[in-house]
């Protein structure tokens, strides 16, 4: 891991945290399926938190790509230039490895013998979970689409309200106006999923509500508000930390307790499940930020490792389940493990997606991300 270089001056540790706990979190939750005799509460609860992990990428995505998107709205021309040049920087950092794992995937189907889903080429333009359920290939792709469209969405709707509809009032207020629509607009998606469909179980509502794109792209602008309000509040969010930090860490708990104690089931409140749920988490999560996002350093035997996770992230989830389980479970089956050789089992399985994350972000991700700070890619769009 030493091979990894960091500067450390540019990082935030706290973020860092958040990525690396996120991470963990995913891997943790698909260690079920390794362990598929597994009883009690324990595979719940790594459910729990392979969807939790999730929603933090989700906001921490926001946050980022919030303060360098309301940097560029604000402090200088905002053309069509300047779009490109902010969708340019996140395609080097996204479209790379997932085309390359996507290819990936491609290739283990065909070695495997299975047949290719029936409308492929939509994995190529993040649209197989646009609107309706997706295949079941590549199952991590469905996060993705969502970030990708989310960050189409906002610079296109701060440019049309800056030139076209020709709103005379400040960027710093029309930033807030057009992130305040977004999550407005897609919560009204889901208000119109409610009531015109039925959620049958939560695979049901997993598949058709939670993973679908058109329902979800707000989830990255609670992270984007967040962001806006760390750039024009700055001393009330310095001052807020610790309270909105344990605020955001009660809500969660209190409703991670209240789920079960009240039995509140997607069957019996379709409502909260499909409409509020996601509020609720994502605004518990993004509370949090104000505190992580000012803790810039840590003692390096906590930092360093929980930043090569946190570089590794992208990678670590693109490849933990649809590319090194399945292929470990293809060869080597767990079914015939117990006891201390499940232990083994799951300690290969965890060395065999670090390593091969840590190959694909040292031998492509980061040498692709690497570009975009290239004088011609600059020069073009900056």
Not at 241 to 267: N, Q, T
Not at 278 to 297: C, G, K, R
Not at 323 to 347: A, H, N, R, T, W
Request: hydrophobic share 55%; aromatic share 20%; proline share 4%.
């Amino acid at each position: 891991m030493n091979f990894i270089q960091v500067n450390y001056a540019k990082r935030i540790f706290g973020l860092d945290l958040m990525r690396a706990v996120a991470i963990l979190m995913v891997v943790s939750s698909h260690v079920v399926w390794i362990l598929p005799d597994l009883r009690s509460f324990f595979p719940e609860l790594l459910s729990v938190f392979g969807a939790l992990g999730v929603e933090i990428f989700f906001v921490l995505s926001g946050f980022l790509i919030g303060r360098i998107l309301y940097n560029l709205f604000v402090q200088r021309e905002f053309t069509v230039k300047t779009m490109f040049y902010f969708w340019i920087r996140r395609w080097f950092r996204t479209l790379p490895n997932y085309y390359f794992v996507l290819l990936v995937n491609i290739a283990i189907l065909y070695y495997l013998g299975n047949s290719l889903p029936e409308h492929l080429w939509r994995y190529f333009f993040f649209v197989q979970n646009l609107f309706t359920e997706m295949p079941w290939f590549f199952p991590e792709s469905w996060s993705l689409s969502i970030e990708e469209f989310a960050y189409i969405i906002g610079p296109l709707l701060l440019y049309m309200f800056l030139y076209f509809l020709k709103c005379n009032i400040s960027r710093q207020r029309l930033f807030l106006l057009v992130t305040l629509l977004i999550l407005v607009m897609f919560l009204m998606t889901r208000f119109f999923y409610h009531h015109h469909e039925t959620v049958r179980n939560m695979q049901h509502w997993n598949v058709n509500v939670k993973a679908i794109v058109l329902y979800r792209i707000d989830a990255i602008y609670y992270g984007v508000l967040a962001a806006y309000l760390s750039m024009v509040r700055p001393k009330l969010w310095f001052k807020a930390r610790y309270g909105s930090f344990g605020l955001g860490i009660l809500i969660f708990l209190v409703m991670m307790a209240v789920l079960p104690i009240k039995r509140i089931y997607i069957e019996t409140h379709p409502a909260f499940w499909n409409v509020w749920y996601f509020v609720i988490l994502s605004l518990a999560i993004a509370l949090t930020l104000p505190l992580l996002a000012t803790v810039q350093t840590a003692p390096k035997v906590v930092s360093k490792p929980i930043t090569y996770i946190s570089l590794l992230s992208y990678s670590m989830y693109l490849l933990h389940y649809s590319v090194v389980m399945q292929l470990l479970k293809f060869f080597i089956p767990s079914e015939q493990f117990s006891g201390i050789d499940m232990v083994v089992y799951l300690m290969v399985y965890l060395l065999m997606v670090f390593l091969s994350s840590y190959l694909l972000y040292v031998c492509f991700e980061k040498p692709m991300m690497d570009l975009r700070d290239k004088p011609v890619i600059k020069n073009r769009f900056k």
